[in-house]
């Protein structure tokens, strides 16, 4: 008999086109045994909430809460981590579309290799659903880990809608610490600790990018051209790309969440070290030398040309301004 699976997925005035290939894709999946949760976070757009009782209407699988005040996105999603009670669970965005086989082989794959996590391998879509990047793991040099690795406490591993965690992880998480930045981190960290993670090479779902995406779905080039259309081309607006969109929100707050989390003296003194080296970075308007503790801390497999642009924006930051003028 399939084990029971819970999704969660929240909603917040998602364009109503985009939440129907998802809802659909999902319960198309050809592992069936499965509750969606769904919460939508006071959506001001009407037609999402009644969309949601439509399909909470279809099928028995969905459960659907709609929030009368916005509670955030941290705080919604929290919220279904509490009700989502399966022995697995799968986070799911809201815009994304599954592969028929999305469920079935995460579940495969997480009782093959007795571990905690289970991420897959995205085409990356547009908003017409055509695939522009194949191989997201390749496109954006996602780190590769089977077992345990020191690069949970210093990356994320696997975005979350691409993830499948045991009810053990789920627990450790809740409740959210003020700290928590991001759960897919938390998620891949909490597992790092316990045993272990696994990755599925094959494309699952469509990974959809679009008009609404902040900073996850695009590459550094895209990430640059906003930035500078907002704050400019000088070398100040660099350097605080450089320290609140990068260090800072990209590496120095995922180590404190990760500190927060964390029991073992061990890991509090790596992370200790590894946050010294971020707030070093920040003092460095021109450059930095300490290359060593870079590798130390975040050099891993499929990582090589994410790497040679990291080191260039943390340990080279002029040089890493010339990139930014073109």
């Not at 597992?191 to 609404?212: D, M, S, T, V, W």
């Not at 320290?243 to 707050?253: F, G, M, S």
């Amino acid at each position: 008999m399939e084990e029971k699976i819970d999704i969660v997925l929240t909603t917040f005035n998602t364009k109503t086109e985009f939440l129907v290939q998802q809802i659909e894709s999902i319960l198309k999946q050809t592992y069936q045994n499965f509750t969606l949760w769904i919460s939508d976070d006071c959506s001001s757009n009407k037609e999402v909430g009644q969309l949601l009782e439509q399909y909470k209407k279809q099928d028995n699988r969905i459960i659907l809460y709609q929030q009368e005040k916005n509670l955030g996105y941290n705080q919604n999603f929290e919220f279904l981590l509490k009700q989502a009670k399966a022995k697995y669970i799968m986070f799911a965005d809201h815009d994304d579309i599954w592969y028929p086989q999305k469920i079935e082989k995460s579940v495969e794959k997480i009782k093959k290799e007795k571990v905690d996590l289970v991420y897959c391998n995205a085409n990356q879509i547009n908003e017409k659903g055509e695939i522009i990047k194949q191989d997201y793991f390749r496109y954006k040099n996602v780190p590769l880990i089977k077992g345990k690795s020191k690069l949970t406490q210093s990356r994320c591993i696997g975005i979350g809608c691409s993830q499948l965690i045991t009810r053990e992880i789920k627990d450790k998480m809740i409740p959210f610490t003020k700290e928590v930045i991001a759960h897919d981190w938390l998620a891949s960290f909490l597992a790092g600790e316990g045993k272990g993670i696994a990755y599925i090479e094959e494309p699952l779902f469509g990974y959809r990018l679009h008009q609404n995406n902040v900073f996850g779905g695009r590459n550094l080039t895209q990430n640059l051209t906003k930035w500078k259309e907002e704050h400019g081309r000088t070398y100040q607006a660099y350097l605080k790309y450089r320290t609140e969109k990068v260090i800072n929100q990209a590496y120095l707050n995922g180590a404190k969440m990760c500190f927060s989390y964390t029991h073992s003296e061990e890991t509090k003194e790596y992370i200790n070290k590894m946050i010294k080296y971020y707030e070093k970075l920040q003092k460095s308007k021109y450059v930095n030398i300490h290359i060593r503790q870079y590798i130390k801390f975040l050099a891993g497999r499929n990582l090589n040309k994410k790497m040679i642009k990291e080191m260039i924006i943390f340990h080279a930051p002029i040089l890493g301004y010339l990139i930014y003028l073109l």
